[in-house]
């Protein structure tokens, strides 16, 4: 419910609906890359072709919207900024009340040992690690579900010393991608994705067999 999003922001990041409203976290797992990108690249290579993640999120959540047209659905992606420069949902946070993710934050440690440093949290999820990504948000407007009964994330990272560990790697060490593995994962993502991801985004066209000019 919205409402659960409402309830743990300053005002400044509330969504403009009533607090019953119905509202879907959208994840994606290691095999989107294949089930999802690929298909939709090789489908796509003679159009123009600028993110093709964000463009292949975008087109499989409209042929969702597609599915229910006697509703209003609002899609938010986890890219989009307003005017203010702010993001239009902060996805971790979602995800964390939604249940599908547990977002770690320097408030579940303890004994915080960083003094005055930065430090970001992170969404771990019970079965991918942090081998996954948040992608968006479908929500309902038109539907209330005072009866929904929030579910709690899966606290899989439930010491303080892995939870230090989590945030420290995170933080001071995430191009090595280590904090994923935090805990035994079921599915990660394949060699293949993770040298995509790891290529800034210009070169990451040559990868998926795109001319230049997709660009």
Not at 49 to 61: A, E, G, K, T
Not at 105 to 121: H, T
């Amino acid at each position: 419910k919205v409402g659960w999003y409402n309830a743990v922001l300053q005002p400044a990041f509330h969504l403009p609906y009533p607090d019953d409203t119905l509202a879907f976290v959208v994840l994606s797992t290691p095999s989107m890359f294949d089930k999802a990108l690929k298909p939709f690249v090789n489908k796509e290579r003679l159009k123009i072709i600028r993110d093709p993640v964000d463009q292949c999120i975008s087109h499989h959540l409209s042929r969702v919207k597609e599915r229910f047209p006697d509703q209003r659905v609002d899609v938010m992606f986890d890219y989009e900024i307003l005017p203010s420069r702010k993001p239009k949902f902060l996805a971790q946070t979602a995800a964390h009340v939604a249940g599908a993710a547990y977002y770690y934050q320097r408030k579940d440690v303890k004994l915080d040992p960083w003094g005055k440093k930065k430090i970001y949290g992170v969404c771990i999820h019970p079965k991918y690690g942090g081998w996954f990504a948040i992608r968006g948000l479908l929500l309902f407007p038109d539907i209330q579900v005072p009866f929904l009964e929030q579910p709690t994330p899966a606290d899989c990272v439930s010491t303080d010393e892995k939870r230090i560990e989590l945030l420290e790697q995170f933080n001071f060490h995430w191009q090595d991608g280590r904090y994923r593995d935090i805990i035994e994962v079921k599915e990660r993502y394949s060699e293949e994705q993770k040298a995509y991801f790891a290529t800034p985004p210009a070169e990451r066209f040559r990868l998926l067999g795109l001319p230049q000019e997709a660009q």
